[in-house]
């Protein structure tokens, strides 16, 4: 089987982070959002995926290298010259995608992160006979999104409504399809959105069926969705393979520590905490709903919450950092300083207080 990932563009909600790579290469619990996404599409049998890009696809090909003998998988790209939308990367990867075989293929937003139920969605698809399956989410506010509206017994999508002022259901697109080849055929080479042009015209066809998402779902395209994401992952990681996440008196709730990653003396670390590979984290240090990523160090007695802190950074004795501070690659807070905050673009140093929410440039 083949699978196209949606790529996309800069990333500019994930800044700084993606000011030092590709958003799907951000580290998502400790290892690069997309490769949650390979792995899982591994599992299931595909063995080749196409990366739908129109911004540094050298960097996300050289990166993905080495993912590819260790997965055994084939990695390519598809460049596009102009942003294409959903669907117009789909006619542009044709030839990449169609084999002659006639097997569906998956398509996913590279933002989504969830449990990945691909086996089940493989097997939905075949007993319906419909020429498109999407995955649905149920929401808290249908307000704010555009509403799958679905025959609950079969499935079969009967319309989209985009923020609908009156309730008429709770399932949203969760940007995880699986696609007949013959899909592509209603798709041109130009700027298209799968889900406002191609998918209402399959539904009116009756050919298009939605099958709700068993467990967590999120968009973690930007920081607080992150953040909200990693404690919903962790969450997830607890019910299926606790063992994978730390336990004794430093930890409290979910926390996923690299087993490269050095933890000091007289720590509190958790809940929804990701602490990547080649940290240090010194003596007496506080680490609560944060993800602290590969080669970064908070020093004694710091207190870390809510924030993202980047590759290779530091945070200095007794420093508080707070309320979404940002931190991008190798950027060093001073000793005792306070971040509320901040946004703060790579290799910078901090060394008066953040009082307020803004951009350090």
């Known amino acids: 089987m083949k699978a196209l990932i949606l790529v996309g563009g800069f990333g500019t909600r994930l800044r700084p982070l ?5 958003k799907p290469l951000v580290d998502f619990a400790n290892k690069p959002m997309i ?5 899982a599409l591994k599992e299931v049998g595909v063995t080749e995926v196409v990366l739908a890009i129109n911004y540094q696809p050298e960097v996300m090909i050289n990166f993905l290298k080495e993912f590819e003998s260790s997965l055994g998988m084939t990695i390519t790209c598809s460049q596009e010259t102009e942003p294409l939308g959903t669907a117009g990367p789909l006619a542009l990867a044709r030839d990449k995608l169609v084999d002659g075989s006639g097997e569906p293929f998956f398509v996913l937003n590279s933002d989504v992160i969830s449990e990945y139920p691909f086996a089940e969605l493989i097997k939905f698809h075949k007993i319906h006979g419909g020429d498109a399956t ?6 808290d506010e249908p307000s704010k999104y555009g509403v799958v509206v679905m025959e609950e017994e079969t499935g079969k999508v009967d319309k989209f409504v985009e923020k609908p002022k009156v309730f ?11 696609l007949n080849p013959s899909v592509l055929d209603r798709i041109e080479l130009r700027p298209t959105s799968i ?3 191609i998918f209402p015209k399959i539904a009116a066809d009756q050919r298009l069926f939605a099958m709700v998402l068993p467990g967590f779902w999120m968009d973690i395209g930007q920081p607080r969705d992150y953040i909200t994401g990693l404690r919903l992952y962790l969450d997830s990681i607890k019910k299926k393979s606790p063992a994978k996440l730390s336990a004794g008196p430093h930890f409290v709730g ?3 520590v690299h087993e490269t990653a050095v933890i000091g003396e007289g720590c509190l670390i958790g809940p929804d905490v990701a602490v990547g590979p080649g940290c240090v ?8 709903r944060c993800t602290v990523m590969r080669g970064a160090r908070v020093k004694n007695h710091a207190c870390i919450s809510s924030s993202i802190i980047g590759w290779h950074s530091t945070v200095g004795q007794w420093a508080r950092v707070e309320n979404m501070t940002i931190l ?9 300083v306070y971040s509320n905050g901040g946004v703060v673009l790579p290799h910078k140093e901090i060394k008066s207080n953040i009082l307020k929410p803004e951009i350090v440039m």
């Not at 490769?35 to 792995?39: A, G, K, N, S, T």
């Open 35 to 39: 490769l949650h996404q390979i792995e």
């Open 254 to 256: 979910n926390v996923l």
């Open 134 to 139: 999407i995955m649905v989410t149920k929401v």
């Open 328 to 336: 991008g690659e190798d950027v060093h807070v001073g000793d005792e």
């Open 195 to 197: 889900e406002k042009e």
């Open 168 to 178: 008429v259901g709770n399932k949203i697109n969760a940007g995880i399809y699986l």
């Open 18 to 22: 993606t000011l030092s790579v590709p």
């Open 281 to 288: 984290v010194e003596s007496g240090v506080r680490l609560s």
